[in-house]
């Protein structure tokens, strides 16, 4: 298994460029996380979904958009980026939504910086 | 709402020395689950420890222990005769039962610099 696989590693924009941060996870995991990581902030939850078709916002949403049309798939979109949305973004998965919250499986993690 | 807060930004230690990194949790709910994570220098995520509510023993492993204080609302975290290879950012992160689809609450993270 690979895990948890984010790309790119590494990415920077220019303000108001769009993006796709794109995350898979082959462990048929229901439930799947955006976190972003700010120096001094730890990590902030983005979006959420609990299974295909479904996703709900989390504590940090404005900005960014999710969709999850597959069990493996959870891809992250930057409309039109800030500097405010400079940050490492980590995808997380987990078994059983809904089920006592087993450790999540963190991936890699993407550097964002706009400029 | 809940809440993590790890009071310790940095800690700087010698190798070989005993070092307690704290973590003091919030929740309403009777049902919740505490976490510990580690971020190495490489950057990447890597789970050290889950315990629920229910469950107030103390962990043993290795040389790393967890005390867990439901009266006290604490989750701390001791590293025995630490090395230079536990240098890194150490986060607590609490998920309620309730809100488990919500994912997890971090605190800021704890800064360990373990000096040779």
């Known amino acids: 298994n690979a895990g948890v696989t984010q790309t790119p590693k590494f990415q920077v924009l220019k303000t108001g460029q769009s993006m796709t941060l794109q995350c898979a996870q082959d462990m048929n995991h229901e439930y799947m996380s955006w976190y972003r990581q700010d120096p001094g902030m730890g990590l902030r939850l983005i979006h959420y979904?609990?299974?295909?078709?479904?996703?709900d916002q989390g504590e940090v949403p404005n900005g960014y958009n999710v969709s999850r049309s597959t069990t493996e798939d959870f891809p992250l979109r930057l409309l039109s980026a800030a500097p405010s949305q400079t940050s490492v973004y980590f995808c997380?998965?987990?078994?059983?939504?809904?089920?006592?919250?087993?450790?999540?499986?963190f991936g890699p993690g993407t550097r964002l910086t706009v400029t | 709402a809940q809440k993590v807060t790890q009071a310790q930004t940095e800690i700087s230690v010698v190798e070989k020395e005993d070092v307690t990194l704290d973590c003091v949790y919030e929740t309403r709910d009777t049902t919740y689950y505490l976490f510990w994570y580690k971020q190495p220098p490489s950057g990447e995520l890597v789970f050290l420890i889950r315990?629920?509510?229910?469950?107030?023993q103390n962990e043993i492993s290795g040389r790393y222990s967890w005390n867990f204080q439901k009266s006290t609302s604490s989750f701390n975290f001791t590293i025995t005769a630490s090395q230079v290879v536990d240098s890194a950012v150490y986060f607590c992160a609490l998920s309620e039962q309730g809100r488990g689809a919500d994912g997890l609450t971090f605190g800021k993270g704890t800064h360990l610099i373990i000096q040779p």
């Open positions: 315990r629920n509510s229910f469950d107030e």
């Open positions: 979904s609990v299974g295909a078709g479904i996703t």
């Open positions: 997380a998965s987990r078994p059983l939504a809904g089920a006592p919250p087993y450790e999540q499986y």
